[in-house]
């Protein structure tokens, strides 16, 4: 293959914090919520490029963030161990901080899948599961993980149903939920099991579920990651490496295996993980200073733009463009050729299924 051209120059530049950009998700309305050091979450309008919002509550730099899939919230964490929930339609925020979310730095936030469950990890080795509910005093800690570790990152998967019983309309599934913890010598494999109702009506069909919490501990990846992401038929696990092993990984989830070989192009840490709506492009930023596009059928590296500074974060808009920032303070916007999309749907047997996207940087 030959080798591929760094692109340097952004289609549009987003600026306006006054340091380096964590983190950066987008909501289904086309607007994108960015997170800095500067203390400070920002919501832009990504159809005319133009900031809304100015969101202020934290006291010291914000180092984690994620974007509930119904769009509903917004939860930020910062190195003080505080944690924010915001609505994600107003940008304002729920009511007080939670000041001791953890005892030290949140360094990851993840929803699941139905936005029932909050998962917050941090530097003080704990992992803990948030019950989510639209009135404010509720949010509680349902559960508490010791990791053993820093912890790095934290992923959801996609839910797993299958059909267990049948009431007339109301038709009963067992589903099964995994959540991922990555820590600097390992990756941690939970269990969480929820039941979910499937209601057949007149003009939508409808799933109810329980929040997905941990039940059991069932694999262990003795390997240090800082960054994760689930194929959208979660019996895939991408990991991204460290500056010693700055490789991408593929885990089967059947197995708890490695498939094929590392996916190798960085050159340090892979602080960001991304894939896009269809399931069959990976996003990759790095302190390298580059963002990689990925071909998930053949593994190759189809793109490559290239920042001035350390990338942290990466993510993908509803228009198909990259979004990713970094030490440089600013968000890029990256075009994806026609020319590099795969055809048809997606391969490998990647299940499309409706994801929010969402990038969270590891610690640096």
Same mark, same amino acid.
């Given at each position: ?13 987003? =600026?306006? +914090?006054?340091? @380096? &950009?964590? #983190?950066? !998700?987008?909501?289904? %309305? ?25 969101? =202020?509550? +934290?006291?010291? @730099? &914000?180092? #984690?963030? !994620?974007?509930?899939? %119904? ?294």
């Amino acid at each position: 293959m030959a080798a591929l051209t760094p692109n340097t120059t952004p289609i549009r530049v987003f =600026e306006d +914090h006054r340091d @380096r &950009v964590i #983190a950066v !998700a987008t909501l289904r %309305d086309e607007r994108m919520v960015t997170a800095s050091y500067d203390r400070m979450l920002r919501l832009w309008d990504l159809k005319t490029g133009l900031m809304l919002k100015k969101m =202020e509550g +934290h006291h010291s @730099r &914000v180092r #984690a963030l !994620a974007v509930s899939p %119904d769009g509903n919230w917004i939860a930020s964490g910062d190195e003080s161990g505080v944690l924010i929930i915001w609505d994600g339609k107003t940008g304002e925020p729920l009511n007080q901080a939670i000041d001791k979310a953890h005892d030290d730095c949140i360094f990851s936030l993840d929803f699941s899948s139905n936005s029932m469950a909050l998962a917050s990890g941090s530097s003080d080795t704990t992992t803990k599961l948030w019950r989510t509910t639209s009135e404010w005093p509720h949010w509680q800690v349902q559960h508490s993980l010791t990791c053993g570790g820093i912890v790095r990152c934290i992923r959801y998967s996609p839910r797993i149903c299958s059909q267990s019983n049948d009431y007339g309309s109301h038709n009963n599934w067992h589903c099964q939920v995994l959540l991922a913890i990555a820590t600097d010598h390992k990756v941690q494999i939970y269990q969480c099991y929820t039941s979910c109702q499937y209601h057949h009506g007149d003009y939508d069909d409808e799933y109810r579920y329980t929040p997905p919490f941990p039940t059991r501990s069932i694999a262990i990846i003795y390997e240090g990651f800082n960054s994760l992401a689930w194929t959208l038929d979660g019996r895939r696990l991408l990991s991204g490496g460290n500056g010693v092993d700055p490789t991408v990984r593929e885990w089967d989830t059947s197995t708890w295996k490695q498939v094929g070989d590392p996916w190798k192009g960085h050159f340090n840490n892979i602080h960001a993980i991304s894939l896009n709506s269809s399931g069959t492009l990976l996003a990759t930023g790095s302190h390298d200073n580059r963002v990689r596009l990925w071909r998930l059928s053949d593994r190759q590296t189809i793109a490559i733009f290239k920042h001035s500074v350390a990338v942290n974060c990466v993510t993908f808009s509803a228009n198909k463009h990259i979004l990713s920032g970094g030490v440089d303070k600013k968000i890029s916007e990256w075009p994806i050729s026609e020319d590099t999309l795969p055809e048809g749907g997606p391969k490998d047997g990647l299940m499309k299924e409706r994801t929010t996207h969402q990038a969270i940087s590891s610690p640096l």
